[in-house]
């Protein structure tokens, strides 16, 4: 294997490790929200989930670029965070839709975001990697 193509490899083993480290950081601090608001405080599933995913997010969001994909820096700070959310917005439907229809056949919610964080890791490593946080700018030039 030409060194070129060792280094670029490496280099993607480490950004999916770091990657899944923010995610994992994600999924546990959501997690914890989660159980702190439907367990502790007796809210419902649904509000309990929607605080877990708004720190859950956030956290993500500064793992991600700022880690993950520090060196994708191609598009300004706002196109990054508009891709982010206009794709979390779309995952959080499937999410939300995974852990109800879950719920609503008898599994619990706790198990339900274990179901839905192994989707979300393929999901989101795919959008992460050739959307939001692309390898070079996209020619915005139409043809």
């Known amino acids: 294997m030409p060194i070129k193509q060792y280094i670029l490899q490496h280099k993607e083993i480490e950004r999916f490790a770091k990657y899944l480290a923010g995610g994992g950081i994600y999924f546990w601090i959501g997690y914890a929200v989660f159980a702190v608001g439907y367990s502790v405080l007796h809210w419902g599933w649904l509000p309990a989930k929607i605080a877990a995913d708004a720190i859950g997010w956030s956290t993500n969001y500064l793992f991600q670029r700022f880690w993950a994909f520090k060196d994708r820096v191609h598009l300004s700070e706002m196109e990054h965070a508009g891709r982010y959310v206009f794709i ?56």
Not at 90 to 108: A, E, R
Not at 113 to 136: C, D, H, M, N, Q
């Open 88 to 143: 979390e917005s779309i995952g959080f439907v499937i999410d939300y839709l995974i852990i109800y229809g879950l719920k609503s056949i008898g599994i619990s919610p706790y198990i339900g975001f274990f179901i839905s964080g192994a989707f979300f890791t393929v999901w989101s490593w795919l959008w992460y990697k050739y959307w939001v946080f692309p390898e070079k700018r996209i020619n915005k030039k139409s043809a």
